[in-house]
């Protein structure tokens, strides 16, 4: 007899503007999972927030052709904290498959928030990576950075705005203006360049590098577009580097990694495509420097309740001071990702990096 494989819920897709993320994200992962070790029950969730167990290929999921009626039966995680099911819905019965773990590879809102980590949670299901309250923290920018200062950790200085309500028309009007205001007065005492973003938002979605004034009031609309509140932050001058960290009590750190910028800033499409831009690592910078970014994402790693695993992104100055940036509590896992090629830079495999995020769970 073999080894009992565990059956792990591999959750993709995602109501969220990264869906298309999540599809490469997983199929990366369904790649490189132990298949000796785990058998992956595959669940998508549609554009439109549907939940579906997918059988096909997982082509089909790269390809964003994994949603149609031949590979999916509609499905639902019970919440019976002694269930550990997931329920298939088929038109005349229902089926049953008993689910040891889930693994959200899931970005962004609906996902990335804790709101699909309190799912899991409710459902009495081990999960890997980061929980209910973690995910939320780290998803909205301005609570982690007020958390992370509080440690004596720099974050770069920044302000809030929210989106003006419908409720009262004349104050509506009144209130948006004056918060726009605000946080034009902010940019005119920090100096140009700042960055506009959504409070909650990943993948560098609605994301902008505003020059001046015009273009900082066009920064504003486009963040509300992903969110009710923007937060403004002051230009830091310097590099980004990143930590991987994997763990609950015991942390283990990747390899710092260091983006080289041509220019503007690490916006979507470099993300993904990293046309102008380069990641090196081990990021360019002494030992001691290495060692002081891994022991700044250990201890914001640990601030922010983190557990299982996340990347922290910091900044580094030209005098050599951290900033911290944010914290991505499901990091890219795609063959482009900074977070599995600093563990394989630190001797850890991609396939053993997935391994340990659920044996974390599952203990």
Same mark, same amino acid.
């Given at each position: 007899m073999g080894k009992h494989r565990l059956n792990v819920a591999v959750i993709f897709g995602g109501? %969220? %503007?990264e869906y298309s993320v999540s599809l490469e994200s997983t199929y990366s992962m369904l790649g490189f999972i132990d298949r000796e070790k785990y058998n992956p029950i595959m669940v998508g969730i549609s554009k439109s927030g549907d939940w579906f167990h997918f059988r096909g290929n997982i082509d089909k999921i790269r390809d964003d052709k994994w949603c149609n009626e031949e590979d999916c039966v509609p499905? &639902?995680?019970s919440a019976d904290r002694y269930a550990k099911k997931l329920i298939l819905?088929?038109?005349d019965y229902w089926e049953y498959i008993n689910i040891d773990a889930a693994f959200p &590879?899931?970005?962004g809102k609906n996902g990335e /928030?804790? =709101?699909v980590q309190g799912l899991i949670e409710l459902a009495g299901i081990p999960l890997a990576g980061c929980g209910v309250l973690a %995910?939320?923290?780290c998803m /909205?920018? /301005?609570r982690a950075h007020r958390l992370v200062k509080e440690a004596g950790i720099r974050v770069p200085r920044a302000i809030v705005i929210n989106k003006p309500s419908d409720e009262n028309k004349e104050q509506h009007i009144e209130s948006g203006r004056e918060q726009e205001d605000r946080l034009v007065k902010f940019a005119g005492e920090i100096g140009y360049p700042i960055f506009v973003k959504p409070v909650k938002a990943g993948s560098s979605y609605g994301i902008t590098k505003a020059a001046d004034e015009a273009e900082l009031r066009q920064a504003v609309k486009l963040a509300f577009e992903y969110d009710d509140q923007v937060i403004a932050e002051e230009n830091i001058d310097g590099f980004e580097v990143g930590c991987a960290v994997l763990g609950n009590e015991e942390l283990t750190v990747g390899v710092p990694d260091e983006i080289e910028l041509s220019g503007g800033f690490f916006d979507f499409t470099e993300k993904y495509t990293l046309k102008t831009s380069a990641i090196h690592v081990p990021a360019r910078v002494s030992e001691e420097k290495l060692h002081e970014i891994q022991e700044n994402a250990k201890v914001i790693y640990k601030i922010l309740g983190c557990s299982g695993f996340a990347r922290v992104d910091m900044f580094l100055t030209p005098s050599g001071e951290i900033v911290f940036n944010e914290v991505n509590t499901i990091p890219g896992f795609t063959e482009h990702s900074r977070y599995p090629n600093m563990?394989?830079?630190?001797?850890? %495999?991609? =396939?053993e990096v997935i391994s340990r995020a659920i044996e974390l769970a599952v203990e």
């Amino acid at each position: 007899m073999g080894k009992h494989r565990l059956n792990v819920a591999v959750i993709f897709g995602g109501c %969220s %503007s990264e869906y298309s993320v999540s599809l490469e994200s997983t199929y990366s992962m369904l790649g490189f999972i132990d298949r000796e070790k785990y058998n992956p029950i595959m669940v998508g969730i549609s554009k439109s927030g549907d939940w579906f167990h997918f059988r096909g290929n997982i082509d089909k999921i790269r390809d964003d052709k994994w949603c149609n009626e031949e590979d999916c039966v509609p499905a &639902v995680l019970s919440a019976d904290r002694y269930a550990k099911k997931l329920i298939l819905l088929n038109k005349d019965y229902w089926e049953y498959i008993n689910i040891d773990a889930a693994f959200p &590879v899931l970005h962004g809102k609906n996902g990335e /928030d804790g =709101t699909v980590q309190g799912l899991i949670e409710l459902a009495g299901i081990p999960l890997a990576g980061c929980g209910v309250l973690a %995910s939320a923290l780290c998803m /909205d920018k /301005d609570r982690a950075h007020r958390l992370v200062k509080e440690a004596g950790i720099r974050v770069p200085r920044a302000i809030v705005i929210n989106k003006p309500s419908d409720e009262n028309k004349e104050q509506h009007i009144e209130s948006g203006r004056e918060q726009e205001d605000r946080l034009v007065k902010f940019a005119g005492e920090i100096g140009y360049p700042i960055f506009v973003k959504p409070v909650k938002a990943g993948s560098s979605y609605g994301i902008t590098k505003a020059a001046d004034e015009a273009e900082l009031r066009q920064a504003v609309k486009l963040a509300f577009e992903y969110d009710d509140q923007v937060i403004a932050e002051e230009n830091i001058d310097g590099f980004e580097v990143g930590c991987a960290v994997l763990g609950n009590e015991e942390l283990t750190v990747g390899v710092p990694d260091e983006i080289e910028l041509s220019g503007g800033f690490f916006d979507f499409t470099e993300k993904y495509t990293l046309k102008t831009s380069a990641i090196h690592v081990p990021a360019r910078v002494s030992e001691e420097k290495l060692h002081e970014i891994q022991e700044n994402a250990k201890v914001i790693y640990k601030i922010l309740g983190c557990s299982g695993f996340a990347r922290v992104d910091m900044f580094l100055t030209p005098s050599g001071e951290i900033v911290f940036n944010e914290v991505n509590t499901i990091p890219g896992f795609t063959e482009h990702s900074r977070y599995p090629n600093m563990m394989k830079e630190a001797g850890i %495999s991609f =396939t053993e990096v997935i391994s340990r995020a659920i044996e974390l769970a599952v203990e």
